[in-house]
């Protein structure tokens, strides 16, 4: 006979082989007088009902057996491996019976005209669904058979564990037994069965599907890593689960997809966070669809849950920033090189790095250590940006802006963008403070060439560049900072302390790693304002609180040392940081109070060019009179402005005199008569009017 044309053909094949089994049923059930036709069934139940409950059961009627078995031959016999059902059974490893149940299941969401011959063949017109009884007492007529078949509707059996079948919910019954229980076959697997080539819909958000990917020589990978990656392969080719260890960016999921392309597979993409549905559809659309299954994000604490994905059909591939002994051997990835990067960028513009100067790119492949993924998307983003502008080409500045925002999603959540249009000539403070910055600014700029070029890296296990910024506040720490990061051509982002710190033991750790991860694919730089609130010194060992903080400092220490980049921190209190920091902060810049002179150089370049100033605006008189701060000196001013703007006039003492006083009263000092001298009228309170 011809092999089934398709799914839908031998779909319905079997339910031709149903029918029959169902007749048969019903045919016995007649026999043996089990049918209640009395009007008030479920009201009692009817003596003859009982008698036959209590009778042996009905004999079944071998020519009718015979008739059964040889349909079911006949369909057997024209199934082939590629037909869904057959796919489904191969690589669920289902048994005869678990197929018979899936087709049993599937009939009721597959043909309307199945609910009436369940409801009849089950003597209740309310169960429109099979019970695992009807599915026992079809395809296992024998009771001790069906005692062993149940085992077939348990929670780790395949049916259930890849939510292929489950039970549906009885409203007249919450809690039946077994056999009284609905069955419901997974709309995605009756859709499958039936030829539908669309994914799970439920996993639209939280999967990404790759239909094909590069070979394993073929990836930007070092040789030594493309080798064991074969060995990988091989080691999958049946199954089985792997930890890619490297950082974001380094890859790994470009080469998990690159294995199970050597495996005849497709690449399923998933989230370890995936909620505990999410992540059986995920195991059963791997299985359906044929795909290897690639979990990112992976972390130890989370291994027990992820262990239920590599008990699957499909070959797992965990990526994660460390080693999870509990998922599977590691195989480590270390951050993509330059070369390899810059290959990912000119293949990804493909024909349109004519308008990017190779000087430019390889400037963006050397700031921003994203990998193939984040190239990818940033090249899409910086073509649909560039699009808006009509005809203009792609930029390198289109490149820097998408690369800067696929490179750090968790970057943006825990930490804020600082953006200042501020310069070095903006900044007002010491020259030796100045001088100091120019320190630090040439320390990250000649890095490449001092530890690459020089050898230094070769010598000393050096990090990046961390500085400690002390000082009052307001005396230009956080402008200083964002100029900084300007001149090294990195963008800087002040930590979210509200994000970052948690309540929960070991989470402000996480957050830090992939704060710090993020920031070194970005090539971030890392403001930590009030670092003294995470970088404080640790404390003798009372209770389970101080162990825990001294644990986040400790990290802190280690993570400070590893990142290769630029750190700020700033305080106010340098004597509460930790001892062990200053042998990792490379640079320490002292911002002191700034004295009378400084003070006037701030109140003149605070107003902007266009803020009309009237001639009585005294700044030398304001300097030498009130100790403000740069911050203090700004909120002044913007004080002023609104005063002399509600009024209609120039900025004059009248407007700035005022709003002095509130800034003292800010800080709980009461205006003095000495201080204010011949402006004291301005702010006399009123009993002291004359």
Known sequence: MAPFADGVAHLLAELDVLDLRLAGE???????????????????????????????????????????????????????????????????????????????????????????????????????????????????????????????????????????VGFADDPADRDPPLPARPLRAADRVVRFLLGDANHDPELADACRFDATSPAVADLPHADAVRRVLDGVAT?????????????????????????????????????????????????????????????????????????????????????????????????????????????????????????????????????????????????????????????????????????????????????????????WADLVVPADTLARLREVSAAVRHRPTVHAAWGFGRRLATGGVAVLFSGPSGTGKTMAAAILAREVGAELYAIDLAAVVSKYIGETE?????????????????????????????????????????????????????????????????KNLDDAFARRLGHAVEFPFPPAALRERLWRSVFPPQTPLGPDADFAFLARQFELSGGNIRNVALGAAFRAAGRGGPVGMADLIPAVARELQKSGKLPAKADFGPYYDLIRPPREQP
């Open 510 to 574: 996480k957050n830090l790693d992939r704060l710090f991860d993020e920031a070194a694919a970005a090539s971030a730089a890392l403001f930590f304002d009030e670092a003294d609130a995470l970088f404080g010194k640790r404390s003798a060992v009372a209770d389970a609180h101080d162990r825990y903080a001294n644990i986040e400092v400790a990290f802190l220490l280690q993570r400070l040392e590893q990142f290769d980049g630029l750190v700020v921190l700033a305080t106010n209190l340098p």
């Open 235 to 423: 080691r999958l080719a049946g199954g089985g689960a792997c930890v890619f260890v490297g950082p974001t960016g380094s890859g790994r999921r470009l080469a998990a997809g690159a294995v199970f392309a050597a495996t005849g597979r497709s690449l399923l993409t998933v989230a370890a966070e995936l909620p505990a549905a999410a992540v059986t559809a995920a195991r059963r659309e791997a299985g359906l669809i044929g795909a290897g299954l690639c979990v990112t994000g992976c972390d130890p604490a989370d291994a027990d849950r992820l262990r239920a994905l590599a008990a699957g059909p499909a070959p797992v591939v965990f990526c994660a920033a460390a080693a999870v002994p509990a998922l599977g051997p590691a195989v480590a990835f270390p951050p993509l090189p330059f070369g390899p990067r810059l290959l990912l960028w000119e293949g990804a513009l493909n024909g349109s790095a004519s308008a990017v100067p190779a000087a430019d790119l390889a400037a963006v492949a050397t700031m921003y250590r994203v990998g193939p993924d984040g190239i990818a998307a940033a090249v899409r983003t910086a073509r649909a940006t560039a699009a808006l502008r009509g005809p203009a080409p792609l930029t390198a500045a289109d490149l820097r802006s998408a690369a800067a925002g696929h490179a750090g999603p968790t970057l943006r959540r825990l930490a804020r963008k600082v953006e200042s249009p501020h310069a």
């Open 26 to 164: 019903v045919a016995r059930l007649r026999a043996g007088r089990a049918f209640q036709d009395d009007p008030f069934r479920g009201l009692h139940i009817p003596d003859a009902l009982a008698d036959a409950a209590l009778a042996p059961a009905a004999p079944a009627d071998p020519a009718w057996d015979r008739r059964v078995e040889e349909a079911a031959a006949a369909v057997a016999a024209r199934v082939t491996p590629d037909l869904p059902l057959a796919r489904v059974q191969a690589r669920f490893g289902l048994d005869r019976f678990e197929v018979d149940v899936l087709v049993l299941a599937a009939a009721a969401e597959a043909d309307e005209r199945y609910a009436t011959l369940f409801a009849y063949a089950q003597n209740d017109v309310t169960r429109k669904r099979p019970t695992a009884g009807l599915a026992l007492r079809l395809f296992h007529p024998a009771p001790a058979a069906r005692l062993r078949a149940r085992a077939a509707f348990g929670p780790a059996a395949p049916l259930a564990a890849f939510g292929l």
